[in-house]
């Protein structure tokens, strides 16, 4: 074997090596951790937290076959022009969150996020939404929404202002768990 071929070899086992960590240390930094960056009363500062009198996670009815998650995006589009169309009566799952539940929402949108900053942003090549975070007033008239693809792990808001903070690698998994936790039953289309 020439000295040429040892050096190539050994220029390929060292670049190998260095992609490896590199691409360990990616994965690392884009890990969720908890930061404690705003306070509870910081966090209900926030648009839409500070104008909402309720906070409902939701999960969508499918009234007719289709594409899952095509009736739910195309309904709150519909909402884009007219929130006065929203019904509550499309949703299959609908859980008010009291107190203490608003606060673990806001604590995990807020305090989770990257362990450090790499520059880059996730994206699904799908979205099929079946969930939502809806920002009611008092008289239930819907304010503001993020709806929510767990399969995806995607989500679109109705407005740019509000979106789910860090969207650091678990921040979708916690978010479900949170769901089911709060009661709702139904979190995933395809499992």
């Not at 260095?18 to 890990?31: A, D, R």
């Not at 019904?87 to 799952?93: G, I, L």
């Not at 678990?170 to 995933?188: A, C, H, I, Y």
Request: aromatic letters at 14%; one cysteine or more; a neutral charge.
């Amino acid at each position: 074997m020439s000295r040429y071929s040892i050096l190539l070899i050994g220029f390929f086992i060292l670049t190998s090596c260095g992609s490896q960590y590199k691409e360990k240390l990616f994965y690392k930094n884009m890990s969720c951790v908890k930061q404690d960056k705003l306070t509870v009363t910081e966090r209900n500062k926030i648009y839409p937290y500070n104008i909402s009198e309720k906070i409902v996670l939701a999960t969508y009815h499918q009234q007719k076959p289709g594409v899952a998650g095509g009736e739910m995006w195309s309904y709150f589009v519909s909402m884009e022009e007219d929130k006065s169309l929203f019904d509550k009566s499309r949703f299959e799952d609908y859980v008010e969150l009291n107190s203490s539940q608003k606060d673990e929402l806001t604590n995990l949108i807020f305090n989770y996020g990257y362990l450090k900053d790499v520059n880059v942003r996730m994206s699904s090549g799908c979205y099929m939404p079946n969930n939502a975070i809806l920002f009611l007033d008092k008289d239930d008239n819907l304010l503001e929404y993020i709806e929510i693809c767990f399969d995806c792990n995607a989500f679109r808001s109705s407005n740019k202002e509000i979106d789910l903070g860090d969207e650091c690698m678990q921040k979708m998994n916690l978010l479900n768990e949170f769901f089911l936790k709060s009661g709702v039953k139904k979190t995933r289309m395809l499992r």
